[in-house]
């Protein structure tokens, strides 16, 4: 991905494979036809070229430490709601679920302690989520708070559809609240605007799935997050995986 800007327009050259191209120039229209804020494609060359015009507002990744609420919990899941039905039809991607004991084994590869609570976490996710459908819903299928613009407290843009896909809408909220609760580096403040956060938002995803189907997949998110300490070579990589873990912990603590 490569940002250029030509004038006072900033935009975005992302070279694609050629087995690629046509499927991620597709999914851009699909959403861009449907109305949602997906980047605009401004050209598409013959050697696998697409470039798109940078979204507007800000990232919520950083505006979710502004003292007001960026957007709310509904317009995340309107957002969510609008893909249009055509997204079903496209190939199915695995979930974070489904990859659980991947992620285990390799927590469990660098930090051996580790293995008696990730045995406890797997087998807790993989029986709760037992028998429950793969689902049919327009997912984003990476969906968190780095992939969202927000500006003056509506959603203006939503990036990476290259993602979207069948799937359930408790993934796509799963995923936004796992990254939300494993933030890592911050300060109090920053810690409080979170917490107050995910205490306004998660009550109202609860509406829209299962709670206890949310907690479980947000758990099976977290434990694919903890690998990022070691594979980043964080100075504290122990620490911040235990802290990860414990968060994944707590949720399915609330359920079982």
Same mark, same amino acid.
């Given at each position: ?46 050697? $696998?070229? /697409? ?10 990744? =950083? ?15 309107? /957002? ?36 008696? =609570? ?5 087998? $807790?996710? +993989?029986? +709760?989520? =037992? ?14 708070? +780095? ?19 069948? +799937?359930? =809408? ?9 990254? /939300?609760?494993?933030? $890592?580096?911050?300060?109090?403040? $920053? ?59 707590? /949720? ?5």
């Amino acid at each position: 991905m490569i940002k250029a800007q030509v004038g006072n327009q900033i935009c975005y050259i992302k070279v694609l494979r050629p087995g690629a191209f046509d499927d991620v120039l597709a999914r851009h229209n699909l959403l861009t036809s449907a109305g949602l804020p997906s980047p605009q494609v401004l050209a598409a060359t013959d050697d $696998q070229l /697409l470039i798109t015009r940078q979204l507007p507002g800000t990232a919520l990744a =950083r505006a979710v430490f502004d003292p007001e609420e960026p957007c709310s919990a509904e317009q995340l899941i309107g /957002l969510l709601d609008a893909m249009p039905e055509q997204v079903t039809q496209l190939p199915r991607r695995m979930s974070w679920s489904d990859a659980l004991e991947q992620y285990a084994d390799m927590v469990i590869e660098v930090l051996p302690s580790q293995q008696p =609570r990730l045995d406890w976490l797997v087998t $807790q996710i +993989g029986s +709760g989520l =037992r028998g429950v459908p793969k689902g049919n819903e327009p997912t984003h299928g990476d969906f968190h708070e +780095g992939q969202i613009h927000v500006s003056g407290k509506q959603i203006v843009g939503i990036l990476d559809v290259d993602t979207i896909g069948p +799937g359930r =809408r408790a993934d796509d909220l799963a995923c936004l609240i796992a990254h /939300l609760s494993t933030i $890592q580096g911050m300060n109090p403040e $920053q810690e409080a605007r979170i917490r107050a956060l995910l205490a306004n938002w998660v009550p109202v995803f609860d509406e829209r799935v299962d709670p206890v189907e949310l907690r479980l997949r947000t758990a099976a998110v977290i434990i694919s997050l903890a690998t990022g300490p070691y594979r980043n070579q964080e100075a504290d990589w122990q620490t911040q995986t235990s802290t990860i873990l414990g968060a994944a912990t707590a /949720l399915i603590r609330q359920i079982v």
